[in-house]
């Protein structure tokens, strides 16, 4: 039964690691810059791994919500910059994810996305209010795992891996491109990975299951097994649209890009399976997202959140997610590229960084909080060396969005 | 600086960014022209080649029909989108700049042509017509890229 879960856990946390800022951002990146910006991707894979490590232990142990405890650490107004912060950038994802589910339908039916938008954003709802927790984070996650099609792609392709690893690992910018552009998407990338909404939901999911101190082995199985295998798809993403759309001259700016190399290298059959994982991996992270607006206005203001209640006990929890799901769904229907969005919202994940990370390091740091399972000198010297990181990161990125014009 | 106006700060970055990245503008150069008309051949030699694979793909019974579909309507509009920015750029009053332009709106009308008869042709399920008209496509990504390269 343990292995069961274990495994479970790790599988969903494969098949939940991607959503359409990663489908994006990797694919773009891929057809610009080959495999020359896989660090950026790695760098965040660590960055996530700590955050949710230290968020997921902070919620076992503490059994309380990211910002309630925040609010009650740091005071109100640090309290009310960090909800501000992460609600801004996780209702702009939302709003990718919505745009995202539609587009995809969109690739199955060849049906206008416009005209699925409404229907995803009630169709998100409706699961959000009716389906059990376990149900809607297990089913999205394991079925986000069709996307493993983009690595049996890739093996389709025959590449030359040696090739693929040298890029990975000794990194050149390619010489037709600039290098403030070459940064910028090192930063879309790092922020795609690292999106702040990926982390509250783990840890009020790991309150909604009830995790305690026990829990605690499998929360960093979770993590640090689940989440690397994930980085790996997004590589796989990246390594299918070097091969493919780099050696063409295409330029990502369509889901539809996106899914070619899959259809090239290994036909109908596959691209139906990749069709089916983009449609898990957008809808799973517009439920993610949702429940995160949610998670973080009712845990700052002290409201009964959670689906572990009736929606009834939890009204104005199930209020706060209709609103943004509403406000979402209103966005997309004014015609701004779901793309374009994805592509501001992981940028802006990345400015949004350390207003989120930081008050979760203080928490994980405090023993009258954490007692015996506070940081150990080890993860404190990881975690502050990628809070300078963060930083940087976040201070850079928007002078690079304008100097690059968002990497033109 | 209080939380409130720390997220107002934010909230008018996010819109000025939004605005400023987001604009067309005008070209007070003809080195400026040239280099707007260069991400233009650029990104129409993209759209161009996005359909090529798609119609290659497809062509060997690997492709979806609704996929295929909305891949060259996403092209075509992409191409559109280029053509129409292009145009809307007010070019400096010199030679080279009206040279630049009728010769990259020359190649931007026959990509934008040549989109609209494959979109056409796929959803008629007229494979044989879409291969014959992709067959266009080569030469022109060839000018296009020529272009790219020379106003690089």
């Not at chain 1, 949710?52 to 076992?60: D, H, Q, T």
């Not at chain 1, 992460?86 to 206008?112: C, Q």
Request: aromatic residues 10%; neutral net charge; contains cysteine.
């Amino acid at each position: 039964m343990k292995f069961l879960q274990v495994a479970l856990g790790i599988l969903t946390a494969i098949g939940g690691f991607v959503d359409i800022g990663d489908l994006v951002t990797n694919g773009l990146v891929g057809a610009r810059y080959g495999l020359s910006l896989a660090w950026a991707t790695l760098l965040g894979l660590v960055g996530i791994c700590l955050f949710a490590e230290m968020s997921g232990r902070v919620a076992a142990v503490t059994h309380r919500g990211t910002f309630d405890l925040v609010r009650e650490r740091l005071g109100p107004r640090a309290g009310l910059a960090n909800l501000v912060a992460s609600f801004l950038v996780t209702a702009l994802t939302v709003t990718a994810e919505i745009g995202g589910v539609a587009l995809s339908l969109e690739l199955a039916t060849s049906v206008n996305y416009i005209l699925w938008v409404p229907m995803v954003g009630l169709f998100v709802w409706l699961v959000i209010w009716r389906v059990k927790f376990s149900i809607l984070e297990n089913g999205a996650g394991l079925l986000g795992l069709a996307l493993l099609v983009f690595g049996f792609a890739l093996w389709k392709l025959h590449p030359d891996y040696g090739s693929l690893v040298h890029q990975v690992f000794v990194p050149q910018k390619p010489p037709n491109e600039r290098l403030p552009s070459y940064f910028y998407y090192a930063i879309a990338l790092f922020g795609a990975a690292m999106t702040p909404y990926e982390v509250f939901f783990f840890s009020s999911g790991g309150v909604e299951e009830g995790w305690s101190r026990k829990d605690l082995m499998i929360e960093r199985l979770n993590v640090f097994i689940g989440f690397p295998l994930g980085a790996v798809l997004s590589l796989a993403i990246a390594a299918d649209a070097a091969l493919v759309l780099k050696p063409r001259g295409i330029e990502v700016d369509s889901l539809g890009q996106i899914g070619l190399p899959v259809a090239f290298a290994a036909g109908k059959i596959a691209l139906a399976v990749a069709i089916l994982g983009f449609v898990a991996a957008t809808f799973g992270a517009a439920l993610e997202t949702g429940l995160s607006c949610g998670y973080s206005i009712a845990q700052y203001f002290g409201w009964q959140w959670g689906k572990f209640v009736r929606p009834r006990q939890a009204a104005r929890f199930h209020v706060a997610v209709l609103l943004t799901l509403i406000i979402a769904t209103g966005f997309v229907l004014t015609t701004i590229d779901p793309v374009m969005i994805t592509e501001y919202s992981v940028v802006f994940s990345a400015v949004a960084l350390p207003l989120t990370y930081f008050p979760i390091l203080v928490i994980s740091n405090d023993p009258d909080y954490m007692g015996d399972k506070r940081n150990g000198r080890l993860m404190n010297a990881l975690a502050s060396a990628f809070l300078v990181l963060i930083v940087v990161a976040s201070v850079a990125a928007i002078p690079l969005m304008l100097w690059t014009r968002a990497g033109q | 600086m209080t939380a409130g106006r720390a997220a107002g700060v934010l909230a008018v970055t996010v819109v000025l960014v939004a605005i400023l990245t987001g604009c067309v503008g005008h070209a007070a150069t003809t080195g400026a022209y040239r280099g707007k008309a260069h991400h233009s051949a650029q990104a129409a030699s993209s759209s161009l080649q996005t359909a090529l694979l798609a119609v290659q793909t497809s062509a060997k019974g690997n492709l979806l029909d609704p996929y295929l579909d909305t891949v060259l309507s996403q092209a075509e509009d992409d191409l559109g989108s280029v053509q129409q920015q292009f145009d809307s750029i007010q070019p400096p009053n010199t030679t080279e700049a009206d040279a630049l332009r009728n010769q990259l709106d020359t190649l931007l009308t026959k990509g934008s042509s040549t989109l609209s008869d494959l979109r056409i042709a796929a959803r008629r399920d007229q494979q044989g017509e879409m291969v014959h008209t992709a067959q266009d496509i080569p030469p022109l990504v060839t000018k296009l890229d020529s272009f790219a390269r020379a106003t690089s």
